[in-house]
C-alpha cells in the first residue's frame, strides 16, 4: 500500500484531478451565467461536444492547440446561437429544445467524425505546457498544480472575473434581473432577449472551451460522445453553486478528485473493481445533491421565456 | 438644491386625453374618454373593477396604444410607443404588482437600466437618492435586499425610482391595496408632498374614502366611461358627506335602462336549506382568510355575494365545496351537517359548485363533450360498468343533456375546450344541476360571456332558484346581483360587512358597503 501515498502517486492524482476538473469548471461557468440569466441550458452537452469536435478537428489540421481552442469555442458558440434563437427569441420550450440539441449533435459529431477517419482515432501531440515559476518547484503540488497549459490558468482566472461581473458590473445586474424579474429589467429600459442571449451565447463559448480542452489535453483525441455527461455535469455544478463562481470551482475540483482517482488507482495497482471506482463521480452528484441540492436556490424566472406584457 | 427639474407651473396640463378610445374583442373598454392632468395635482380616477381604470392606464405608461382619440403631452399630439418612450416623456408608472427584483439591494435596483459596461454607479446614485427623498420625508436604506423591505417600503423604492428619472407625472396604478392603513396615511402625505413640488400625481383606486382625502380632483369611470368630474374648486368647497352622496350617486346611481330588472317571485317561506355558521378559513401569503362567515339561503332564494374582486369569493365558495379545508365554523344543508365530508360527498348531498375558472377546474378540455357532462361520475353504474365505459349510455344521456341545456356543440365527442365560453358554462350547469341539486354555488357565473349567454344564464339561475333551489350567486357584477338577487351579502377582506335586501336604493346601500361605507 505504500505506493498509495507516494509523492509521484500524489503528483499524478492531483494533475489528474485539475485535467478533470477543468472542462467541468468551463462548463459550470457558462451555465451558471445562463440559468442567473433565466435560461435553463440543457443543450450545454450538445455545445461541449461540439467545441470538441471542432476543437480536436481545428488543432487536428492546423498543429496548434490555440487554433484548436479557438475553433472549439466557435462549435460551441454556433450551437449557442441555435439554442438562443430558439429558445430565447422565439421562445420555445428550453428543455426540450436543449436535449433535442445535445442528441442531435452527439449523433452530428460521431457522423462527421466516421465520414473524416472512419475508425481511426489520430492523436494530437502532447500538450505544450507553461510553467509558473518558482511555484512549479514546489514539491507535490508543483508539478500537480503549475505545470499545465494556459488554458488552465485561463479557466481559473475565469472565476475571478465572474465574481467581479456578478458582484460590481452593470452587465451583472442586468443578469440577474433577467432571471429573477425579467418584467422589471423590461420596464427598467433594457432589453431582456438582448441580456439573456449574451448569456447563452457566454454558455456557448465557455462549453465549447471545455470540450475542446477535454478533447485535445484530457485525450488527445476525439471520440464519439467523448463528453460523456461532462456538460451535465456542469449543470449540476450550476445548480448547487447557488449563483458563486467559487462554488463552481470547489464542485469541479472534488468530481475532477472523483474521475482523476478512477486512473490513479488503477496506475497505483489498488485491487479494486475499476466498474466501482468508474461509479465514484457520480456517487460524489449524488451525495453532493443529498447533501446540499435541498438549499439550491434557482431564479424565478428559470426556464420561462420572456413575454412582454404577459403575467 | 432643486432634485425635481425645471417644475411646470401648478395647473398646466402636463398629459390631455382626448376622446380616447380603446377596444378589446367584445368590450369597449375606454369610450371616448377625455381627461386633462395638470401639474400640482392629485387626480384620482375612480371605478369599480371593470370600469377601465387599468386600460387608461396602460396607454399612459406605453403598454397599450389606443385605438381612437388622441393623448397630448405637454400640449402636443404624441404617441407613447414603449414603457421606455413614456419614461423619457417624464411619465412614470408604480403598478400594482411591483417591478423591483426581489434578490437585488435597493440601490441595484435603481442603478438597473445603466450601460451594461459600466460599473453601477452606487456612490452617486446614493448621493441622488437622498437629495429626493429626504425633503418627501422617505428613509430608503439602499443597502437593504427588496425582498426584506415591506410593501410600502418597496412602493416607496419605485415611487423615488421615477423621480431618479425625472418623472413628472406620477401614476400610481391600486397603489393602496397592498398597504396596511398606516401605509395608506404614509402614502397619502407622500403624494401631497409630490404635487407640492409640481409633480401631477394619477392615483387610482377604488376606495372612495381614498379620494375623498386625498384628491384635489376626482374622475369617475365607470363600465369603460368617464361619468363624472369633480373639479378642485368643488372639492374643496364640499362637506365630506355631500362628496360621498355624490360620487356613489355617480358610481352606483341608476341610469335609463336599468330598470329592466326582473328578481325571481319567490313564495314565502321559511325553509332555510344551506346554513353557514361562523365559517372561517386561515389566511395565506397572497389571498385574504375567511373570517366568521355566517348566512342562510332559503328555498328558492338567491343570496348574491357582492364584493370587489379578491376580497375572499373563492375561497367561500370552495370552503363550502369542500375544497379549501376550514378551520372552524358549521355548514348545514337541509339541516344535516356537511362539515367532516370531502367534496364529493357534499356533491352527493346536493351542493353543487360551479366554478369561474370553467377551463381549469371546471371541464378537461380536451375530453369530449359527452364525457365532461359525467366527470363526477367516472367509473360509477349505470355508465360504467366494472370500470369499462357503457358509450351507448353515456351517448344518449349526454344527447338529451346537450338538448336539454341548449348547448351548441359541432358533435358530442368534440372536445370541450374547442367551445365557446357560454357553451361550456351550459355543459357545467348541465353537469352540476344534474340529479339531486339542492344548493348550488355559482363563482361569477357571466364572466366573460357574451350578452345573449349572459342572459341565458342568468335565467338558467332564475329559473333553478323558481324550482326551489337555493343559490349563492357570487360575481363582481354589481347591476348582476341587483337584477337577480333576493338579498345581497357584501364580502371585504373576507368578512361580511353587510346584508341588504333587494329593492329599491338597494344599489347605492351594497355599493357604499362594497367601498367601506356603512350603509
Not at chain 1, 37 to 50: F, T
Request: glycine share 12%; charged share 20%.
Amino acid at each position: 500500500m505504500s505506493g498509495l501515498f507516494s509523492n509521484v502517486f500524489l503528483t499524478a492524482l492531483l494533475f489528474g484531478a485539475v485535467t478533470a476538473a477543468i472542462p467541468l469548471l468551463l462548463a459550470g461557468l457558462g451555465e451558471q451565467m445562463s440559468e442567473k440569466a433565466g435560461v435553463l441550458n440543457i443543450g450545454i452537452e450538445g455545445m461541449m461536444i461540439s467545441g470538441a469536435y471542432l476543437g480536436f478537428v481545428g488543432a487536428y489540421y492546423s498543429g496548434s492547440f490555440g487554433v484548436g481552442f479557438l475553433t472549439g469555442a466557435l462549435g460551441g458558440i454556433a450551437v449557442a446561437a441555435l439554442m438562443a434563437l430558439l429558445c430565447v427569441r422565439i421562445g420555445l420550450n428550453q428543455i426540450v429544445i436543449g436535449i433535442a440539441l445535445t442528441l442531435g449533435l452527439e449523433g452530428l459529431t460521431a457522423l462527421l467524425h466516421h465520414f473524416q477517419f472512419s475508425r481511426s482515432y489520430p492523436r494530437l501531440p502532447a500538450v505544450p505546457i507553461t510553467e509558473i515559476p518558482l511555484l512549479a518547484d514546489i514539491p507535490i503540488l508543483g508539478p500537480a498544480l503549475f505545470k499545465h497549459h494556459l488554458i488552465v490558468y485561463f479557466s481559473v482566472a475565469m472565476v475571478l472575473v465572474m465574481i467581479w461581473v456578478y458582484r460590481r458590473s452593470q452587465l451583472g445586474l442586468n443578469l440577474q434581473a433577467a432571471g429573477d424579474k425579467p418584467a422589471a429589467l423590461d420596464v427598467a429600459g433594457i432589453d431582456v432577449i438582448r441580456t439573456r442571449t449574451i448569456a447563452v451565447l457566454f454558455t456557448g463559448t465557455m462549453a465549447g472551451l471545455g470540450g475542446a480542452f477535454l478533447a485535445n489535453v484530457g485525450a488527445g483525441l476525439f471520440i464519439p460522445f467523448i463528453t460523456n455527461g461532462a456538460g451535465f455535469l456542469g449543470i449540476v455544478l450550476a445548480m448547487l453553486a447557488r449563483g458563486r463562481p467559487v462554488w463552481v470551482l470547489v464542485g469541479a475540483l472534488i468530481f475532477g478528485m472523483c474521475l482523476s482517482l478512477t486512473t490513479a488507482a488503477q496506475v497505483a495497482g489498488i485491487n479494486v473493481p475499476t466498474d466501482v471506482i468508474q461509479m465514484l463521480p457520480f456517487l460524489a452528484v449524488m451525495v453532493m445533491l443529498v447533501l446540499f441540492g435541498r438549499r439550491a436556490s434557482l431564479p424565478a424566472a428559470l426556464g420561462i421565456p420572456y413575454e412582454r406584457g404577459a403575467r | 438644491m432643486e432634485p425635481i427639474n425645471e417644475g411646470p407651473q401648478t395647473g398646466q396640463a402636463i398629459v390631455t386625453l382626448e376622446g380616447v378610445t380603446k377596444r378589446f374583442p367584445g368590450i369597449i373598454a375606454n369610450d371616448q374618454i377625455d381627461l386633462e392632468i395638470s401639474a400640482g395635482e392629485v387626480h384620482v380616477l375612480l371605478g369599480e373593477n371593470g370600469a377601465g381604470k387599468s386600460t387608461l392606464i396602460g396607454m399612459l405608461s406605453g403598454l397599450q396604444q389606443p385605438d381612437g382619440g388622441r393623448i397630448l403631452v405637454d400640449g402636443v399630439e404624441t404617441a407613447i410607443r414603449s414603457p421606455s418612450h413614456a419614461l423619457s416623456l417624464g411619465i412614470g408608472t408604480v403598478f400594482q404588482h411591483n417591478m423591483l427584483v426581489p434578490t437585488l439591494t435597493v440601490a441595484e435596483n435603481l442603478a438597473l437600466g445603466g450601460p451594461w459596461w459600466q460599473r453601477p454607479k452606487i456612490a452617486e446614485l446614493a448621493a441622488r437618492v437622498a437629495e429626493i427623498a429626504r425633503p418627501l420625508g422617505i428613509e430608503i436604506n439602499l443597502g437593504a435586499r427588496v425582498s426584506e423591505l415591506s410593501l410600502g417600503q418597496q412602493q416607496q423604492v419605485e415611487i423615488v425610482r421615477a423621480l431618479l428619472r425625472e418623472s413628472r407625472l406620477l401614476i400610481l396604478d391600486e397603489a393602496t391595496s397592498m398597504l396596511t392603513p398606516q401605509g395608506i396615511a404614509e402614502l397619502g402625505a407622500l403624494m401631497r408632498r409630490l404635487v407640492e413640488r409640481g409633480l401631477a400625481v394619477v392615483f387610482i383606486t377604488h376606495k372612495l374614502g381614498e379620494a375623498a382625502d386625498f384628491g384635489d380632483r376626482v374622475s369617475i369611470l365607470k363600465l369603460g366611461r368617464k361619468v363624472g368630474e369633480i373639479p378642485p374648486e368643488r372639492l374643496r368647497k364640499l362637506e365630506r358627506a355631500a362628496l360621498v352622496d355624490e360620487i356613489v350617486d355617480k358610481m352606483f346611481g341608476r341610469q335609463a335602462g336599468d330598470d329592466a330588472v326582473s328578481i325571481p317571485p319567490r313564495a314565502a317561506n321559511d325553509d332555510v336549506l344551506l346554513e353557514v355558521r361562523d365559517l372561517s378559513v386561515p389566511a395565506t401569503a397572497d389571498m385574504p382568510g375567511l373570517e366568521a362567515i355566517s348566512f342562510t339561503i332559503g328555498k328558492g332564494e338567491i343570496l348574491g355575494v357582492a364584493g370587489i374582486d379578491g376580497n375572499g369569493q373563492k375561497e367561500l365558495a370552495e370552503a363550502l365545496a369542500g375544497q379549501r379545508p376550514a378551520a372552524g365554523g358549521s355548514v348545514r344543508l337541509g339541516g344535516q351537517s356537511l362539515d367532516d365530508l370531502e367534496v364529493g360527498a357534499r356533491r352527493r348531498k346536493g351542493l353543487r359548485y360551479l366554478t369561474d375558472d370553467r377551463l381549469g377546474e371546471g371541464t378537461v378540455g380536451p375530453f369530449p363533450v359527452s364525457i365532461n357532462y359525467f366527470l363526477k361520475q367516472i367509473g360509477e353504474p349505470p355508465l360504467w360498468r366494472s370500470g369499462i365505459e357503457r358509450s351507448r349510455e353515456i351517448e344518449s344521456r349526454a344527447r338529451s343533456l346537450t338538448h336539454l341545456y341548449d348547448v351548441r356543440t359541432p358533435a358530442l365527442s368534440t372536445p370541450v375546450g374547442r367551445l365557446s365560453g357560454g357553451n361550456i358554462q351550459k355543459v357545467l350547469i348541465a353537469r352540476e344541476l344534474a340529479e339531486g341539486a339542492k344548493a348550488v354555488i355559482f363563482n361569477k357565473p357571466t364572466y366573460g360571456l357574451d350578452l345573449a349567454n349572459t342572459l341565458a344564464t342568468r335565467q338558467r339561475i332564475r329559473d333553478i332558484a323558481g324550482e326551489g333551489l337555493a343559490v349563492l350567486l357570487i360575481s363582481t357584477d354589481l347591476e348582476e346581483l341587483l337584477s337577480m338577487c333576493h338579498r345581497i351579502v357584501v364580502i371585504s377582506q373576507g368578512r361580511l360587512v353587510g346584508t341588504v335586501t333587494n329593492g329599491p336604493g338597494a344599489g347605492e346601500k351594497v355599493g357604499r358597503l362594497m367601498i367601506g361605507l356603512a350603509a
